[in-house]
């Protein structure tokens, strides 16, 4: 199993420009999230999913987007590049099992706008 | 706002000796507590995780859970120079969503 991978590894953006970042995970796990990590602090969620065709917001949404059409796939679209994104994006999945929910990590995409 | 507290250090302890994490969670109806190591530039990586109250151990890593106390603890027996990483404590307070802390920065040195 390769688990969570995630492309690219690096980004530069200029301000305005869109990307999507691909976040994929063969665990068959029902459910996939995106965080990002400022310089010095903890993870923030932007987006989750709880199963394909189902998303939520998390903490953090504005600027991003996202979508689940199958399982395996949970890509996270920024529309507008600003300063502010200029961040480290880790995508993560679990497999909820009662009230537990240990959640693996990808790689992470470092992303600099300017 | 649900919150996860941690010191960021850096903790310094010489190898060989126990280093001691800490956690605090403002919510409790939190039923799970995860402890993630993270290297710089890498992506977190789960190394331990607690449901009851008490210890509980794995190797040279043990978590502390007192509910009562909203307190999470992580200790490391005879630490060494490659356990140097900052620890992310992470709790679930419940609808698939963890919160973090913004974790402690522990350094080893030998």
């Known amino acids: 199993n390769a688990g969570v991978t995630q492309t690219p590894k690096f980004r530069i953006l200029k301000i305005g420009q869109s990307m999507t970042l691909q976040c994929t995970q063969d665990?068959?796990?029902?459910?996939m999230y995106w965080y990002r990590q400022d310089p010095g602090m903890g993870l923030k969620l932007i987006y989750y999913?709880?199963?394909?065709?189902?998303?939520d917001k998390g903490e953090v949404p504005n600027g991003y987007n996202v979508s689940r059409s199958t399982t395996e796939d949970f890509p996270l679209r920024l529309e507008l590049a600003a300063p502010s994104q200029t961040s480290v994006y880790f995508c993560a999945s679990s497999e909820l099992t009662s009230s537990y929910n240990e959640q693996f990590f990808g790689p992470g995409t470092r992303l600099t706008v300017l | 706002q649900k919150e996860v507290e941690q010191n960021s250090g850096p903790l310094s302890v010489p190898e060989g000796a126990i280093a001691s994490l800490n956690c605090t969670y403002s919510d409790r109806g939190s039923q799970s507590f995860f402890w993630y190591r993270q290297y710089s530039g890498k992506s977190p990586e789960l190394i331990m995780s607690i449901y009851s109250n008490g210890d509980k151990e794995d190797g040279r890593f043990t978590a502390q859970l007192n509910k009562a106390s909203q307190y999470v603890s992580l200790l490391i027996r005879d630490s060494q120079p490659s356990d140097s990483a900052t620890y992310l404590c992470a709790v679930n307070t419940g609808f698939q969503k963890l919160v973090f802390g913004t974790g402690t920065r522990l350094l080893v040195s030998p």
């Open positions: 999913s709880v199963g394909a065709g189902i998303t």
């Open positions: 665990m068959n796990h029902n459910y």
